[in-house]
């Protein structure tokens, strides 16, 4: 009886394993989701079951420097990147939410440095956002065509700096000609932007493109192709889209996903 008992409860953990390695995170209008958890063979999963993998080049999974999860990834050097090949959605989109968490390493060094680039033909800005060519450390998030967006951001708007080695969760939420640009959850500034902007089939990258990439962690990098509340960016900033057991402990389960809104 022993011996079942103990067969039955391995086959539930490596049931519970299965379940997490494959288990999908979806929302309404997401259509990208990396958790940095862990990379195979070069490969990040989007965990939307969308199949748009990103292929990594120079950087690495960190299982130090986590916000959710077991891991995060490190662009370590100016060559670092996550590509991610065009498809429909992202080659479509007009509004659109981009959510991630954010720690830089070091400072600016003076130069544009890129954090994340959606391209289209004739451009890098649908969004782009980098680091400003000053020091110390801001955001630049553009829309093209024009160039509208935010100027020089910190944490609590212009004029404020990052720190480094200290996580942000940082969302760009444009919806027709509104920007709105957050700070762990709050608006810290307001724009406006091309209603329409440049769009087409080309490559998201994270990290390097035609700029070499600033030094930083990434977590929990979240796409939609609309506009999400200031509801739903703290939700997704508090992980309530992600497992609800704690860290360290095998998660069978996945939580509550959040009801698609009319």
Known sequence: MRLMIYLFTIGLLILGGTLTTHAQVQDDGLILYFSFDSEKGGTIKDLTGGGNDGTVEEAEIDTDEVVHGTGSMLFDNVNASVTVDSFPALEEYQDNSYLFWLQFTEENSGAWQQIIAKK?????????????????????????????????????????????????????????????????????????????????????????????????????????????????????????????????KLTTTWGQMKARRD
């Not at 944490?155 to 080695?165: H, Q």
């Not at 940082?170 to 919806?175: H, S």
């Not at 959850?185 to 700029?211: C, F, M, R, W």
């Open 120 to 248: 289209a033909p004739g451009t890098d800005r649908v969004p782009g956002i980098w680091t400003c060519n000053r020091v110390p450390l801001h955001i630049h998030y553009r829309f093209d065509p024009g160039n509208g967006g935010s100027l020089c951001v910190g944490p609590n708007g212009e004029g404020d700096a990052f720190e480094i080695d200290t996580w942000y969760h940082v969302a760009g939420v444009k919806e027709g000609a509104n920007f709105k640009f957050y700070m762990d959850g709050k608006v810290v500034d307001n724009q406006n932007v091309p209603k329409e902007h440049l769009q087409g089939a080309s490559k998201l990258y994270i990290g390097k493109t035609n700029y070499g990439s600033a030094l930083f962690y990434i977590d929990d990098f979240y796409l939609y192709d609309r506009a999400l509340s200031a509801e739903e960016v703290s939700e997704v900033m508090d992980g309530k889209l992600l497992p609800v057991e704690p860290n360290g």
